[in-house]
């Protein structure tokens, strides 16, 4: 895992990034961290995805995150604060981890965890419900389930349908569902997506607390793509703002000012503030 992006590398990040949704976003970021290709790393599960973001949050910045929180009873403001480091240090998970089976009405049903493709399937998907059915109906990896539909309620469909996300660009853009959700009876959607919760629970990140202003318990879930990019955000426009200052005191170009080392450029910024 890289440490935080030269000068060059993050400021070509923040610009694409700008233009990007953040499905595209999370990926670019990773490919900056890691030196993968993106195709490749679409189509990580959104968990293992996580555990890379994670450990590039912990390589870039170090492993606390601070911020602040609003109590959505009182609107009361709280300071939070989380330590990543046992994450960021945990064994990745293992392609086994990845998948899993379920029991429904006698059968096994196969299923795999979403990947990037998966969540473009449905990033502007209007309806919660079928956003969700849809996702799992993708992450079905055998024929069983067609067969608990004709034994739950008699109807199976030979329908194939192709989800595509027209908004999302570049890898994510065009992902192709392989199954139609409507071919997935509730009880073999409500099994798999059960499954595919708890195993991913392992990347995700929630904070607990209770308000101390009026005692109301609070719990957030941080999307950590996004925490990250904010943070890049923020550093690429501090940099934008040390060449300007730069180049108008010295008059040196920007290739030049951000070639310096960070310690050096900071010496100089000290000079003219």
Same mark, same amino acid.
């Given at each position: 895992?890289?440490?935080?992006?030269?000068?060059?590398?993050?400021?070509?990040?923040?610009?694409?990034?700008?233009?990007?949704?953040?499905?595209?976003?999370?990926?670019?970021?990773?490919?900056?961290?890691?030196?993968?290709?993106?195709?490749?790393?679409?189509?990580?599960?959104?968990?293992?995805?996580?555990?890379?973001?994670?450990?590039?949050?912990?390589?870039?910045?170090?492993?606390?995150?601070?911020?602040?929180?609003?109590?959505?009873?009182?609107?009361?403001?709280?300071?939070?604060?989380?330590?990543?480091?046992?994450?960021?240090?945990?064994?990745?998970?293992?392609?086994?981890?990845?998948?899993?089976?379920?029991?429904?009405?006698?059968?096994?049903?196969?299923?795999?965890?979403?990947?990037?493709?998966?969540?473009?399937?449905?990033?502007?998907?209007?309806?919660?419900?079928?956003?969700?059915?849809?996702?799992?109906?993708?992450?079905?990896?055998?024929?069983? @389930?067609?067969? =608990?539909?004709? *034994?739950?309620?008699?109807?199976?469909?030979? !329908? +194939?349908? $192709?989800? &595509?996300? #027209? /908004? %999302? @660009?570049?890898? =994510?853009?065009? *992902?192709?569902?392989?199954?139609?959700?409507? !071919? +997935?009876? $509730?009880? &073999?959607? #409500? /099994? %798999?997506?059960?499954?595919?919760?708890?195993?991913?629970?392992?990347?995700?990140?929630?904070?607990?607390?209770?308000?101390?202003?009026?005692?109301?318990?609070?719990?957030?879930?941080?999307?950590?793509?996004?925490?990250?990019?904010?943070?890049?955000?923020?550093?690429?426009?501090?940099?934008?703002?040390?060449?300007?200052?730069?180049?108008?005191?010295?008059?040196?170009?920007?290739?030049?000012?951000?070639?310096?080392?960070?310690?050096?450029?900071?010496?100089?910024?000290?000079?003219?503030?």
């Amino acid at each position: 895992m890289r440490s935080l992006p030269d000068s060059q590398t993050l400021l070509a990040l923040w610009e694409r990034g700008e233009r990007e949704h953040p499905i595209d976003r999370a990926l670019s970021i990773l490919e900056a961290f890691t030196g993968e290709p993106r195709d490749a790393l679409a189509w990580l599960a959104l968990r293992r995805r996580d555990e890379l973001l994670i450990a590039s949050r912990v390589a870039a910045f170090g492993p606390l995150v601070e911020g602040v929180a609003v109590c959505g009873a009182c609107a009361c403001k709280l300071d939070t604060s989380l330590d990543l480091s046992a994450r960021a240090s945990a064994s990745p998970a293992d392609g086994e981890v990845d998948r899993g089976t379920v029991e429904v009405a006698g059968r096994t049903i196969a299923f795999r965890l979403p990947d990037s493709h998966d969540l473009a399937s449905i990033a502007y998907c209007a309806e919660p419900r079928a956003a969700a059915r849809t996702l799992i109906a993708r992450c079905i990896e055998d024929s069983g @389930a067609r067969a =608990v539909d004709a *034994a739950l309620d008699g109807s199976v469909t030979g !329908d +194939v349908s $192709d989800d &595509v996300s #027209d /908004a %999302v @660009a570049d890898d =994510v853009s065009d *992902a192709v569902s392989d199954h139609d959700s409507n !071919d +997935v009876s $509730d009880a &073999v959607t #409500d /099994a %798999v997506g059960d499954a595919i919760e708890r195993l991913s629970d392992a990347s995700s990140i929630e904070l607990a607390m209770t308000c101390p202003d009026c005692g109301h318990a609070l719990r957030f879930a941080v999307d950590i793509g996004e925490f990250l990019w904010d943070e890049l955000s923020a550093r690429a426009q501090h940099l934008i703002d040390d060449v300007d200052a730069l180049a108008s005191a010295y008059g040196w170009s920007e290739a030049a000012i951000l070639a310096l080392p960070d310690a050096r450029r900071r010496r100089y910024l000290e000079r003219i503030r």
